[in-house]
């Protein structure tokens, strides 16, 4: 099994800056792809940030620019640094990485922009 864990989530002011970290333990040799999604209220789940298979940085349009992922392979963590935030990117920010066939989830961090 794998476990990931989120963290860093808050409220902050538009304009601020914020940055997740999640950290994955248990089975994770072999994980890859990992990233963040997020979903807000009344919303479908969407891709924020992700590393495809071969290293490289996926963002939703809606992000682009102005969030940034990492990873440091020792610490087996990934992070999200968001900056500029708005009121529309208040949702619950969740890690999220693929083994083999199976993907799992954090448990969600919420991060709330107030205007």
């Known amino acids: 099994q794998v476990q990931l864990v989120e963290s860093g989530g808050g409220l902050v002011q538009a304009g601020g800056s914020l940055r997740l970290s999640c950290a994955a333990s248990g089975s994770i040799f072999g994980i890859n792809s990992m990233g963040w999604y997020r979903q807000a209220p009344g919303k479908q789940r969407e891709l924020v940030a992700a590393?495809?298979?071969?290293?490289?940085?996926n963002y939703g349009d809606s992000v682009l620019g102005r969030f940034t992922i990492s990873r440091d392979n020792a610490k087996n963590t990934v992070y999200l640094q968001m900056n500029s935030l708005k009121p529309e990117d208040t949702a619950v920010y969740y890690c999220t990485g693929l083994k083999g066939s199976s993907r799992y989830w954090g448990q969600g961090t919420q991060v709330t922009v107030s205007s």
């Open positions: 590393f495809t298979s071969g290293g490289r940085r």
